[in-house]
């Protein structure tokens, strides 16, 4: 298993936590594909979900470092707006590739924001304008960590 799919892994692990949790489900790993990135399967229904999963970082050099590769601790200023034009590129680009996914039923985003200075309330805030694009995606949630535990306990639902 390469680091990738450990990380997809991990972050499917922290989602089905909170959304079965949210909705008393019992959605469990089914099947590991390439697009979506996995199907689940709720143990008590039998409906089978989709999950793509992505993850949220400022840029190449934040995602060295929290992936150990970059020793430094310093990065660039990175502003909240910065963050949410980020998490806007992601989504448009999940869309585009959404539209090629070979998978006949719903499927669900999950993005895995590794910031450790923004979390949920970015979302909220109208000044910086979070806009969702259109896309096929049943769902799309947007996983973080709460301060200053720093546990992946934050999942909002974005549509």
């Avoid at 949790?21 to 697009?35: P, T």
């Avoid at 430094?72 to 806007?88: F, K, N, R, W």
């Avoid at 590739?97 to 039923?105: D, I, L, N, Q, V």
């Amino acid at each position: 298993m390469d680091e990738k799919e450990r990380l997809e892994r991990k972050a499917l692990a922290f989602f089905l936590r909170l959304y079965n949790r949210k909705f008393d489900a019992k959605y469990r790993l089914y099947k590991k594909r390439e697009r979506p990135d996995f199907e689940v399967k709720d143990h008590i229904t039998g409906k089978v979900i989709g999950v793509e999963i992505s993850h949220i970082f400022h840029d190449k050099k934040e995602a060295m470092m929290f992936l150990g590769r970059d020793p430094s601790h310093i990065h660039g200023i990175i502003t909240a707006q910065d963050h949410v034009d980020v998490l806007e590129r992601v989504l448009h680009k999940k869309a585009e590739k959404m539209k090629s996914y070979p998978f006949e039923g719903p499927v669900m985003l999950v993005l895995r924001d590794f910031s450790q200075i923004f979390d949920t309330t970015i979302l909220y805030n109208p000044k910086l304008g979070l806009k969702i694009p259109k896309s096929d995606y049943k769902e799309i949630w947007y996983l973080s960590r709460s301060k200053p535990i720093q546990k992946w306990d934050k999942l909002v639902r974005l549509r």
